[in-house]
């Protein structure tokens, strides 16, 4: 019984593990009707980013009405001028999905007329492989274009990835 227990266990912490380190499809501002312009600063997109962590493999999902509507992936520069004509990539479906596969920042912008200049863009940066399990967040680099600076905050993978090891210290300590 000792033995099954302790395969019990470790089966379970490992399957924890798995499930806390898999890329997730992370709804665009949390809620699907977040893909419009925002009421004030506070309500942009940009605000919730900056409070999330997006690492290599994650997925970006926004859903909006394609009819009225478009994501455009665009560069640094189209982005700070809110240029809609020489996009990286145009979506319309209203149920967008973008892999972030890579580290470094993604800039997006609406294709409505005057909605990216009214503030209906995001900018995310992707973290590199290397932060992706650091107990500490990295400090923030110079600001990509101008604006307020990003602070850095917890991520709920490394305070997970914590817990993990606590309760497998924890477990392991019972047998």
């Known amino acids: 019984m000792d033995i099954f227990s302790r395969r019990l266990t470790s089966s379970f912490l490992f399957f924890l593990f798995l499930s806390f380190t898999e890329a997730k499809e992370i709804l665009v501002g949390g809620k699907t009707d977040a893909w419009k312009i925002?009421?004030?600063?506070?309500?942009?997109?940009?605000?919730?980013?900056?409070?999330?962590?997006?690492?290599?493999?994650?997925?970006?999902?926004?859903?909006?009405?394609?009819?009225?509507?478009?994501?455009?992936?665009?560069?640094?520069?189209?982005?700070?001028?809110?240029?809609?004509?020489?996009?990286?990539?145009?979506?319309?479906?209203?149920?967008?999905?973008?892999?972030?596969?890579?580290?470094?920042?993604?800039?997006?912008?609406?294709?409505?007329?005057?909605?990216?200049?009214?503030?209906?863009?995001?900018?995310?940066?992707?973290?590199?492989?290397?932060?992706?399990?650091?107990?500490?967040?990295p400090a923030p680099s110079p600001a990509e274009i101008e604006g307020p600076a990003i602070a850095p905050t917890s991520s709920a993978a490394e305070l997970k990835a914590g817990f993990l090891v606590t309760l497998g210290v924890v477990v392991l300590g019972l047998f």
């Open 38 to 137: 925002p009421s004030c600063e506070s309500d942009s997109l940009n605000r919730w980013a900056e409070k999330s962590r997006f690492r290599i493999g994650d997925s970006l999902v926004w859903k909006y009405d394609g009819g009225k509507d478009s994501v455009l992936q665009v560069t640094k520069e189209a982005y700070a001028s809110c240029n809609t004509s020489n996009s990286i990539a145009e979506y319309k479906d209203g149920n967008t999905k973008v892999k972030l596969d890579r580290s470094g920042p993604f800039y997006f912008i609406s294709g409505a007329k005057g909605y990216c200049e009214q503030g209906q863009k995001l900018h995310v940066v992707v973290l590199s492989q290397k932060h992706r399990y650091t107990g500490i967040s």
